[in-house]
């Protein structure tokens, strides 16, 4: 019997004690209880991410309009994408659309905030008040798509204390207890690059975990923090590009012309 019971245990050993009543009737909680949006969020690839941001912003430019239901063909024009990674795209939320309807603008804008998580607390600090600084500082989109700016931070003496869109300025010094104070979840990084890291550190050390990055030096984080880098500069280099091409698209069909046909 004690063999048996051995090979029952997958171990050497007495039989464990019967469960009692309250463990029969208590359910047993799952190991990694996610819930489905959630599931579904970390299935969507970064490029899907990117394009559902533009989908809710038109969604909410038609639903300023007045509009109730939305085809994919008219938000895929209107997004500038085919109407194929469009429903795909929306496929990654759990939203399929009523055939001869389309989607419900209300219901479609619900689920993609649910997805980007903009259902969640937000709060932004912006470091480095130059003339990219002041002009993220006083945006005024921010706040309405949820991410309120409730901080900024630079080294500059003459700024620090002065109020810019309503908030004063703090020194750099101060990041980790102000960012912790006011639970600032994003971080703007709009400094020269040589402060970039520093800066960078100090959000991380407040544990800012998300961190916007305008300065033109790739940012070593710890694994758990997201950084998004833009640079004007590499965006204004590839639309040369397709100027470009398009250029010597042109001029190579010109050359192909004789007296109005084209040859081959």
């Known amino acids: 019997m004690a063999a048996q019971r051995g090979q029952r245990n997958g171990v050497g050993g007495d039989t464990p004690p019967a469960p009692t009543a309250a463990e029969i009737t208590t359910p047993i909680p799952r190991v990694a209880e996610v819930p489905a949006a959630r599931e579904r969020a970390r299935a969507i690839p970064e490029a899907a991410v990117a394009r559902l941001a533009v989908y809710l912003r038109v969604l ?3 639903q300023e309009q007045g509009a109730v239901t939305v085809s994919s063909e008219e938000l895929s024009a209107a997004a500038g994408v085919n109407s194929a990674k469009l429903r795909k795209d929306l496929s990654y939320i759990g939203s399929y659309g009523t055939r001869g309807v389309g989607y419900e603008v209300t219901v479609l804008i619900e689920e993609i905030e649910r997805i980007l998580g903009l259902t969640r607390k937000h709060s932004v600090a912006v470091v480095g008040i130059g003339n ?4 993220l500082a006083n945006y005024g989109g921010f706040p309405g798509r949820g991410f309120p700016v409730s901080a900024l931070f630079d080294v500059d003496p003459d700024l620090v ?69 833009v640079d004007l500069a590499v965006e204004l280099q590839v639309l040369s590009f397709h100027v470009a091409r398009r250029a010597d698209d042109a001029a190579a069909m010109e050359g192909r012309q004789v007296n109005g046909m084209v040859v081959s």
């Open 60 to 62: 909410s430019a038609m």
């Open 132 to 135: 990219l600084g002041h002009a």
């Open 161 to 229: 204390g002065v109020p810019v869109g309503g908030i004063a300025v703090h020194h750099i010094d101060d990041i980790p207890a102000v960012c912790a104070e006011r639970e600032v979840s994003i971080g703007v990084i709009a400094t020269p690059p040589p402060a970039a890291q520093a800066v960078c550190d100090r959000l991380v050390e407040a544990g800012v975990q998300c961190i916007l990055n305008f300065a033109p030096v790739v940012l070593q984080v710890p694994d758990h923090v997201e950084v998004r880098k």
